[in-house]
């Protein structure tokens, strides 16, 4: 469990963080998200004790994260790929780090046997691939066997594979009733890992609900249809609180009815019908709606583009 | 393959960060880099070698019945002779000292460290500890096997020193004091600029050319501030007969241990108050 209250961090006169209030509940998944500079590292290094807070509170379990006589038994976090010296093997990386905990060896292999690493523990990390440097740094979140894991960007720099593997170790972890927080700006990645989504955006909590509701809410569902008769289709679906935009020659793009009803309407009518779907809209889009104004540093519209 | 640990770890679990556990975890720093355990191999050998060639140097000048030269580096003294590596090694030891903390801000690792161990001071102390050790248990082994080696060179000439005789063990055993103490000024100045450039830049500065940018000062003045220097007060230390322009070996030891204690004070703060 993760209790972030009024948290405001501030450099100089700028907030990264500005009173910013929400809670991780274990056994789920939680994405955080925002634009890049939107304070979710900030956010992040505060929940590990590493900022200290300008003001507001911070729980992790209960307790400052100061307070935690074993932080890696509590708190388990990957801040940065390849955070450790390149001339230091995985295992003593990870050593090291245990070492402090009182965690011992056995522990440090097990975790590099469930990050993959095992066959290369004894490898220089500097000689590590993005994709190995980010399993060494969430096989060292998992030494303390942590209630909370605290993952920044954890896909970036995986393929496909490592996006599998991650996806199924964060699910088993939060299965196992762990807390898991876990920050992308890449929307595609968390729409398939994240049950709970906390969105921020310039350092304020834009929204905090969960990952179906997102993409459900923000904006209604749209059918796409193909015929041949798009004209006549057109006129017999429009109606009150309903956007029929035409999406391409013979596609339509209906808001505001349901697949059933266009099909049925359009057998009624004898309008041929070459495909029907209907289109959530995309954790991603959902994002882009509401992130739109908090984006930080913007590029400047095209000049002399049609208004 | 179970995510959860069958480590027994309710003992662990109760008592936590421990300062001989964050001893543990920077010997495992340490001793896993090898440009710090190639840097300290490094300073043992100049030391171990050094010593028998300044000594055979002198040897072979007392042979020739010549008057020791007066150039930098060349010592004056049978024990001087026998420390002949002290003057590069302080170099080493100040430089490797900066870099086993620098790295950990170069590299993000300190983001890491405190996370795990989120008192911080800990971390200070068990990396000045660990590193201060080694010094001083390298450079003492390798100042003794100096010592044996450079003895019979000096002997056919009646110059060889003798551990009883007055200051020349006080002299030899404040070599490893000297030598780590410079290495811990190093990590201080490593956690209060957090880049290795600068304080290397600032070791060497210390001490190689703090006493010459002294020399500019008014004489009188000079001579007040110069005894009390990093380097002076080492050379204090270090040397058997008292002179007129160096502190008395203990008062030199105590200033000397200032610098230290006071850089490693700054350190803590700094380390203690600032976001990682």
């Not at chain 2, 003294?77 to 002290?86: C, E, K, N, R, Y």
């Not at chain 2, 001071?121 to 010094?135: E, I, M, N, R, Y």
Request: proline share 5%; aromatic share 4%; net charge neutral.
């Amino acid at each position: 469990m993760i209790e972030v209250t009024e948290l405001t961090k501030r450099y100089g006169s700028t907030a990264a963080v500005d009173r910013l209030s929400f809670s991780v509940r274990p056994g789920i998944v939680t994405g955080f998200l925002g634009p890049n500079g939107s304070g979710k590292s900030t956010t992040m290094r505060v929940i590990l004790g590493l900022a200290a807070p300008t003001a507001g509170t911070v729980r992790v379990g209960g307790r400052a994260p100061s307070e935690h006589p074993a932080p890696l038994r509590e708190i388990g976090a990957l801040l940065e790929a390849g955070a450790g010296h390149p001339g230091r093997s995985a295992f003593d990386h990870l050593h090291a780090l245990a070492a402090t905990n009182g965690i011992g060896r056995r522990r440090v292999s097990q975790v590099l046997d469930l990050a993959g690493l095992t066959d290369v523990a004894r490898r220089r990390a500097g000689s590590f691939s993005l994709g190995m440097a980010q399993r060494l740094g969430i096989a060292a979140a998992l030494l303390g066997d942590p209630g909370t894991v605290v993952l920044d960007e954890p896909v970036n720099g995986l393929d496909p594979e490592g996006i599998l593997w991650i996806r199924d170790l964060l699910n088993r972890l939060a299965g196992e009733g762990r807390t898991v927080f876990v920050s992308s700006h890449l929307m595609r990645e968390m729409a398939e890992i994240a049950e709970h989504v906390i969105v921020i955006g310039r350092g304020r909590l834009l929204a905090d609900l969960p990952a179906e509701d997102f993409t459900g809410t923000l904006s209604g569902r749209r059918v796409s249809v193909r015929t041949p008769q798009a004209d006549r289709l057109e006129k017999l679906l429009l109606g009150p609180d309903v956007t029929v935009t035409t999406a391409g020659r013979n596609e339509l793009s209906v808001e505001g009815v349901a697949a059933e009803r266009i099909g049925d309407l359009a057998a009624a009518h004898q309008i041929p019908v070459h495909q029907l779907t209907t289109s959530q809209a995309s954790l991603e889009e959902a994002f882009m709606e509401l992130t739109r104004d908090a984006v930080e540093y913007r590029a400047p519209e095209p000049a002399g583009r049609a208004a | 393959m179970t995510v959860l640990t069958t480590d027994g770890g309710a003992e662990t679990r109760r008592r936590g960060v421990t300062l001989p556990r964050v001893l543990h975890s920077e010997w495992i720093k340490l001793r896993s880099v090898r440009a710090l355990t190639v840097g300290l191999a490094a300073t043992a050998v100049l030391l171990m070698a050094l010593g028998p060639l300044s000594s055979s140097a002198m040897a072979k000048t007392f042979a020739a019945g010549t008057e020791i030269d007066d150039a930098p580096f060349v010592p004056t003294t049978p024990v001087g002779a026998v420390l002949g590596g002290v003057f590069f090694a302080q170099l080493l030891t100040g430089a490797l000292g900066v870099l086993f903390m620098s790295t950990e801000y170069a590299t993000g690792m300190i983001r890491a460290s405190l996370a795990a161990v989120p008192t911080r001071l800990p971390l200070l102390w068990g990396k000045a500890l660990v590193f201060g050790a080694v010094v001083a248990t390298v450079s003492a082994i390798s100042v003794a096997v100096s010592f044996l080696g450079s003895v019979p060179l000096l002997d056919g000439h009646g110059v060889a020193p003798s551990l009883s005789d007055a200051g020349v063990l006080r002299a030899l055993a404040a070599t490893p004091a000297y030598l780590a103490g410079i290495g811990l000024i190093g990590v201080a100045l490593a956690v209060l600029m957090r880049s290795t450039a600068l304080a290397v830049t600032t070791v060497c500065f210390a001490v190689f050319l703090l006493d010459s940018l002294a020399g500019l000062l008014p004489a009188s003045l000079a001579d007040e501030v110069t005894p009390y220097l990093p380097a002076t007060t080492g050379k204090a230390m270090l040397t058997v007969q008292n002179q007129p322009d160096l502190l008395d070996p203990l008062p030199a030891c105590l200033v000397f241990a200032g610098y230290v204690i006071a850089s490693l004070a700054a350190a803590g703060v700094a380390l203690a108050r600032r976001d990682a």
